[in-house]
């Protein structure tokens, strides 16, 4: 009997032992994507802000037409874009639609990001080292209300920085956040 029951437990730790380097790398490989997300929106801000990717801010509306033929859709008032065909490096890592704010020339993008899964404070400190200039501050005043931060509420979070662009001109930056849900605004 005690010899019966010593085999059972020894088949399970030999599974255990077996199915644990499968654990690890799924969750390696979660925190990884997490970080991509980041780093991937931190090089699309800076790429916007500083023309080092186009569309930039300044681009033309000719100019942006031809980067993005038929990529756009507009409604009359707004023009929207998805992200993975505005920006490819954001294939595969990073979803949701691009709203750009067109007149004669860029004057603003909205990502509208769908998925984000990391922590805003990782982003916010992604964009003070890539955005020269930026020193992100919070903007709602939830904290002063005097409700717990860390609570699982439904309140819309904000950040703000000015951060030198292509012209050597401040641009405001906007983080709007919601659990799974994040708003970046580059430009005024």
Known sequence: ???????????????AIALFPLVIPARANAQESHAKQ???LGKIAE?????????????????????????????????YSDLEMAFPSTQGV???????????TLEM?????????DKPED???????AL???EMERDDDYESEGEEDDSED???HEWSCLAQGYSSKDVLVEVFFIPSLLLLEIGS
């Open 132 to 134: 020269p200039g930026c």
């Open 154 to 156: 439904h309140h819309t």
């Open 1 to 15: 009997m005690r010899c019966n029951q010593f085999r059972s437990d020894f088949k399970i730790l030999i599974c």
């Open 47 to 79: 790429g916007v802000l500083t023309c080092t990717v186009h569309p930039c801010l300044g681009d033309s509306d000719e100019s942006i037409q031809k980067e993005l033929p038929r990529k756009i859709l507009s409604d009359g008032i707004s023009h």
């Open 94 to 104: 990073v979803g949701g639609i691009v709203e750009w704010n067109l007149d004669s």
């Open 109 to 117: 993008v909205r990502l509208k990001v769908t998925g984000f899964r």
């Open 38 to 40: 980041v780093i991937t």
């Open 123 to 129: 982003l916010l400190a992604e964009l003070e080292r």
